[in-house]
Structures are given as structure tokens and as C-alpha cells.
């Protein structure tokens, strides 16, 4: 199934050679481009794209804001934040909107491609990089209470919670508690629903914030 992708970003080069680049890939096709927020938001509802790849300093609406927009459309699309600003508070306002991955302009173009299939199939994109930050900016912040939402999940699903929040993959937690890949993504599948969590980044963010790795 072919992945329909918008492209929002202000630079009329960086939009073309996006669209040059996710064109090598027969699975992708980007069916618009949007130079602001407003437009993609726009865009967005009028295309119904499946992956938005967003970029967040824009004139008008930013990034930011138009991703928290974005997602609340009735057909929903995952959004891909790629920006130059590799810094905190970007990575963290951008997650907390909603997005579903984010990626540096100075990545790899393969990753580019791989961040579009992975967000597009209802996974997330989360770095180590980006996982180290929450670690360190839970790690430094006041202590949060603990969520009541921790005691809706099973021994099992605390367990794979814990090792999404460490930044392990599927085929990893896979591993680490002898079950099979498949097992593993349903076992997330039901602690999102549970948690009513979009995706594994929020599942990361909750893990944090709920006091479960303190647990």
C-alpha cells in the first residue's frame, strides 16, 4: 500500500528536494506541499494524507501548533517533524503536540525514508537521542505523583512499558523477556488503549511522567 505524504516546510528547495528524495521510494507518494502551518493544516484536512513530515519554524502557525491541529483531524495522519533546531524545548513541544517522530535535516536521507514507513505503519520514531533527554529531564524535575492509570495494566505490560521507556525496540524487548515480536506489539497495542495513549513516544513520555520508573 502506497504511504500518502504531505510535505510543509517554508524553503521551496528543501520542499522540492524532499519530494525529489521520498520519490525514489515506489511506496511513498507526496501528494502536496504546504509553505506555512495554516496551509498544511489546511492541506492536511483537504488531502487526507497518511504521514505529514512537518517542519516547525514556518511563518504564521508554526510546526508546532499545526501539528497539534493536524492530529485532531477525523482522519488523523501521523506527523514526521524534521527541523534544523535540534534543541530541547523543540523536541519535547513537538512530541507533546502530538507528532509522531522527529528527525534532524542533517539525518541520513534513508532514515528520512525509514521515519516515513515507520510513522505511516502506526509506530513512532524515538532516537536514543531524544530518549536520553526525557530520561534527563524527568531525572531533574520535581517528583510527579504516581498515575492511577498504572494499576489498569498487567504485570506483563508494566513490563514491556518499562523497556519501550528505556528506548528498546520490539525485536529487543522481544528478547529480554523471551516472547515473540508479535506478542510484544500486543502487548502494546493494549496498554495504549488502556492508557489511551496515541503512540509509543506518548507511551515513553507517560512512563516517565505516571512515577512507573520509580516504581
Known amino acids: 500500500m ?5 510535505i ?21 507518494d507526496v501528494i502536496g506541499e504546504a509553505a ?17 513530515v512537518m517542519d516547525i519554524r514556518m511563518p504564521g502557525t508554526d510546526g508546532i501548533h499545526a501539528t497539534a491541529q493536524v ?17 530541547d524545548e523543540y ?3 513537538a512530541l507533546a503536540a502530538g507528532a509522531s517522530g522527529f528527525l534532524v535535516k542533517d539525518a541520513r536521507p534513508e532514515d528520512l525514508i525509514d521515519g516515513v ?18 530520561i534527563r529531564l524527568f531525572a531533574e524535575g520535581a517528583e510527579r505523583p504516581r498515575d492511577l492509570r498504572l494499576d489498569t495494566l ?24 523471551h516472547v515473540s515480536g508479535n506478542t510484544v506489539k500486543t502487548h502494546i497495542a493494549h496498554l495504549l488503549t488502556k492508557l ?14 505516571s512515577g512507573l520508573l520509580r516504581d
Open 36 to 52: 506555512t502551518g495554516a496551509t498544511a493544516i489546511a492541506e492536511s484536512a483537504r488531502l487526507v494524507p497518511d504521514v505529514v
Open 8 to 28: 510543509a516546510d517554508d524553503q521551496p528547495l528543501v520542499r522540492a528536494g524532499l519530494r525529489t528524495l521520498l520519490g525514489t521510494d515506489a511506496g511513498i
Open 91 to 93: 523536541v519535547f513541544d
Open 71 to 87: 492530529v485532531r483531524q477525523a482522519a488523523a495522519p501521523r506527523v514526521l517533524v524534521l527541523t534544523t533546531y535540534d534543541t
Open 117 to 134: 514507513r515507520v510513522v505511516a505503519a502506526g509506530d513512532a520514531l524515538l532516537a536514543p537521542s531524544v530518549t536520553r533527554r526525557l
Open 196 to 209: 489511551g495513549l496515541r503512540d509509543r513516544v506518548h507511551a515513553v513520555i507517560f512512563a516517565y511522567e
Open 2 to 6: 502506497t504511504i500518502r505524504v504531505l
Open 154 to 177: 498487567t504485570a506483563r505490560e508494566r513490563d514491556v512499558l518499562v523497556l519501550v521507556a528505556r528506548g528498546m525496540s520490539n525485536a529487543e524487548i522481544g528478547i529480554e523477556l
